[in-house]
T-cell receptor, first 112, second 115 residues
Framework: DAKTTQPNSMESNEEEPVHLPCNHS???????IHWYRQLPSQGPEYVIH???SNVNNRMASLAIAEDRKSSTLILHRATLRDAAVYYC?????????????FGQGTTLQVKP | DTEVTQTPKHLVMGMTNKKSLKCEQH?????MYWYKQKAKKPPELMFV???????INESVPSRFSPECPNSSLLNLHLHALQPEDSALYLC??????????????FGSGTRLTVV
């Protein structure tokens, strides 16, 4: 699976939008972009995924660049409970081994 | 039921003990996984099961022995562990290995301490 690059940490104010970037310049045409987050003392939690088009769900939005070499996870209104480590992961469809490989992720701090 | 349940939540074991971690899901997922997570590090994949068969072993030492007795259960048997094996052990499941467009569901983990 191709590699992703994320900032180590980001800060946000409560009730403001947060844009978490992810670079994946070696992405292939069949790679899905997955986002997970891990709250303190919990297991990772699925947030959202997409292939080519922007995606929205109840937790967040995923904006995918036209060339697919980068993506942005958008939390529309950050709360203190959104403080977590956010992981951007690529999952390839052909020959999918099932491996979900975590990088270092972005630690998001939310200030009241 | 949309959860992965792991038991126990906490485990302290001696280096000569034998213990088992248990993971259960009732979502009909046919792929299940064990991960190990050390403090302030990302989860590391250990094993992948697909349709109750071991698909991937990420060169894990033999003192860790996985077992998948049926499609809902995944166990991790522990024997002669070392203090450096102390970590959070996470179980996860997903629909099928070949479906990259679906999310994985993780349990809350078992916090293991080896003394």
């Amino acid at each position: 699976d191709a590699k992703t690059t994320q900032p180590n940490s980001m800060e946000s104010n409560e009730e403001e939008p947060v844009h978490l970037p992810c670079n994946h310049s070696t992405i292939s045409g069949t790679d899905y972009i997955h986002w997970y987050r891990q709250l303190p003392s919990q297991g990772p939690e699925y947030v959202i995924h997409g292939l080519t088009s922007n995606v929205n769900n109840r937790m967040a939005s995923l904006a995918i660049a036209e060339d697919r070499k980068s993506s942005t996870l958008i939390l529309h209104r950050a709360t203190l409970r959104d403080a977590a480590v956010y992981y951007c992961i690529l999952k390839s469809l052909p020959g999918n081994t099932g491996k979900l490989i975590f990088g270092q992720g972005t630690t998001l701090q939310v200030k009241p | 039921d949309t959860e992965v349940t792991q038991t126990p939540k906490h485990l302290v074991m001696g280096m000569t003990n034998k213990k088992s971690l248990k993971c259960e899901q009732h979502m009909g997922h046919r792929a299940m996984y064990w991960y190990k997570q050390k403090a302030k590090k990302p989860p590391e994949l250990m094993f992948v099961y697909s349709y109750e068969k071991l698909s991937i072993n990420e060169s894990v030492p033999s003192r860790f022995s996985p077992e998948c007795p049926n499609s809902s259960l995944l166990n991790l048997h522990l024997h002669a562990l070392q203090p450096e094996d102390s970590a959070l052990y996470l179980c996860a499941s997903s629909q099928e290995l070949r479906k990259a467009g679906y999310g994985y569901t993780f349990g809350s983990g078992t916090r293991l301490t080896v003394v």
